[in-house]
């Protein structure tokens, strides 16, 4: 199914194409008449067919699969044929399959043992705590059953499920974070749902979904940041001035359009499409998108641009809206086109030494009289290693001639756009490796890369890049921990899955060793270290939910079978929870 049926498909229109080849008679009829004409060629029409030869030649060189297309085509060659032989490609590694398995069993097991139902999981202290004191909402239960679901764990399935009917409750006097609680806990339902049809899931995940929906009651119907999910209430951030983050509004839509979808209830739909059109009224000229937004007025608020916190997901669900309506709202990918364009034109830049393409956060500053200008910092964070897959993705959809492409696609299936989309993927997912190349082998939070005018020396990582205030004998700067997160593992899922490149799965396998060695805790769990590049490890008690709903997940389908959840029939949110690609009876009302 995955890749199969991306492949499938791929193999279908090469069918398709060498069945246009067997009208090979007509061509060589053609062919006899071209002699036969060209015995009357005069010097000057000699001049242009040598010019055009010329072009011709000159745009071969540029993309041989202009020639070489057409020739596989007609001789049969497989698509993917000199990537790898077809008959081993995107089979299951089986022995790292089942090892990333065993370390979510070490990593639930422990917390079921230590802290079942609670939100958070401590594993040193070997404790769990709630975000709110008002009592647990399932975060760490609800954001881990669809991983159990797709690695067979049935008896841990099991308990999960009786705590989910028995003990889960939304009636909560406390305000939660809308974008939190929507892609971890009504993602994970939604999912859960999918896989089981246990109505269960649908009735808890509408019963949240009601409780959430006050937020968008706001002027613009931007939602607020928060919700009290037991008083059914928005309730904006106390920090901020109440202003919202432009990826927490817009990272809300796969969930609540899905959900709508499943119970032909538009409400949730309209409130989320809603968000969308306040965004696109807003837009910067730029494509790019300030990190905060004013609930009342639906307007950008000046403010930092990035693809990192507060900004991240916003480039994603752009692309993943497009995808999951099966490509049938040209408006999502419109903004999306527009947004990549802006972050090529604004945000991506090379390092200085070893050319690693990275992406950078432009800053505003107001000078005395008022004049804004924009400072270009060359600050990454963890967050933005998604993007490396995105854009992949979204080159192989958004950016592609017409579909299916091949695995890998070739050049001269992508649209200019996409040629440069797919470049700049491949790219950062190399970026993202390279600052792998720390002590523990683990990247940090946030790398900051060398520009002309910096004046760093003596960095413990004489590379392109560093870890901005990290001092040997000094306490670690925040930028120098890794908590966990899945970003890299994420694009190198996609990766693997778009061109079968046995390295995507070697550089998986190098990230996972490296937390099985430094963040697992031997009497159960996985905890975050507070410096990459200081061994021995010291941890931080804390194991984020998102290593058993993304981290694992995304690990456990490098190394699984491509049948499993193929990229042409699910897109995945924000927090990894897969929901099929629906084709839905509506589409953008804007
Ligand atoms: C997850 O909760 C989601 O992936 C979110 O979009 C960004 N951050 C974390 C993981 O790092």
Redesign the pocket.
Known sequence: MAEDGLRKRGRAVGAKEKAEGKKAPTLDQGKGTAVAASASLSKGTTLLVAVLFSVFAVFVYQDPSLVLDPINDFFGFEENAGILPPSTTFVADIAKRDAVINAFKHAWLAYERDAMGDDEYHPISQKGTNLTAAGGIGYTVIDSIDTMLLMGLQDEYARARKWVETKMSFDRDANFNTF?TT??VLGGLLSAYHFTKDELYLEKAKELADRIMPAFETPSGLPTSNVNLGQRKGVPAQDNKGLVST?EVS?LQLEFRYLSYLTDNDAYWDAAENVMRVIKGASLTTGLASIFMNPTDGRFVLSPIRLGSRG??YY?YLLKQYLQTNLTEPVYQDMYNGAIDGVHAHLIRKSELAKLTYTSELIPEKDRSGQISWRLVPKQD??VC?FGGSLMLGAVTSGAQSLPVSVPPRPSQLTSTGKRDWQTGVDLIETCMRTHDTATGLSPEIAHFRIPSDKVVGSSIPQDWYIKGAKPGAPAPYDARY?L???TVESLFIAYRLTGDEKYRQYGWNIFKAIETHCKIETGGYASIINVDAVPVEHEDKM?T?LMS?TLKYLYLLFEDNSVLPLSEYVFN???HPFPIINPSRHAAF
Do not use: G, K, M, N
């Open positions: 939190e892609i971890r990826a990272t991240d997901s994603e963890h967050l998604f908590i997160r899945p970003e984020e998102f993304e924000t927090e990894a």
